[in-house]
């Protein structure tokens, strides 16, 4: 029984990459959003939060995962993050098959996944596509986010794979510097050749 093709969605932050996830959905194609899936399993009512709570008191509320006194457990604590991730993890994992399970007819899917070189994945997806931008294009971006500093953006840049090696090991690369419509038109393109393929 064959089964779609999976494509590995991934770029560093601020390069467009769930814009061109949306372009994907848009032209027909299933996309699992790991990021979003996470936010909905931590959010009100989530699955997770009662572990969550166990493993971290004081960490969830009403309105799901505290995030400020979540990230105050984990971030300088690596033993701590590596319990939260083992955690969420697996139920990404299980929400993953389930989703493979639905799609099984569709020709290929999306695997949304910001850090696919960082945390490891890409050898489970049959290619890989980098979202990127011109640098300048990326910083305008990402400092104009609600709460983002220079020092942040650069915090954040120092623990992703830096775009130019993200971009060299990537099977397709998808220039978001340019205008959305020839954005669009690009990942449509992709879509017919790998149909083709």
Do not use: C, W
């Not at 697996?90 to 989703?99: H, S």
């Not at 971006?141 to 983002?148: D, F, I, K, N």
């Amino acid at each position: 029984m064959s089964h779609p093709k999976i494509l590995g969605l991934t770029g560093s932050i601020g390069m467009g990459k769930s814009t061109v996830a949306d372009m994907f959905e848009r032209a027909g194609v299933p996309v699992f959003d790991a990021d979003a899936e996470v936010r909905r399993m931590q959010g009100p009512g989530g699955v997770l939060l009662p572990a969550i709570e166990a493993g971290f008191p004081g960490s969830t509320g009403p309105d799901g995962v505290k995030r400020e006194e979540l990230g105050a457990q984990v971030f300088a604590d690596p033993a701590a993050l590596k319990r939260l991730e083992e955690i969420v993890h697996p139920a990404v994992a299980a929400e993953r098959q389930a989703f493979m399970i639905e799609h099984a007819g569709a020709p290929m899917v999306v695997f949304d996944i910001p850090l696919l070189f960082e945390k490891g994945g890409y050898e489970q997806v049959d290619a890989v596509i980098v979202v990127s931008a011109p640098a300048e294009v990326q910083r305008k971006r990402v400092l104009a986010r609600e709460g983002m500093t220079p020092d942040k953006f650069a915090h954040i840049l120092s623990i992703q794979v830096p775009d130019a090696e993200k971009r060299e090991r990537a099977d397709y690369v998808i220039d978001t510097g340019t205008p959305l419509a020839e954005t669009e038109a690009a990942v449509k393109e992709l879509i017919e050749n790998l149909r083709d393929k």
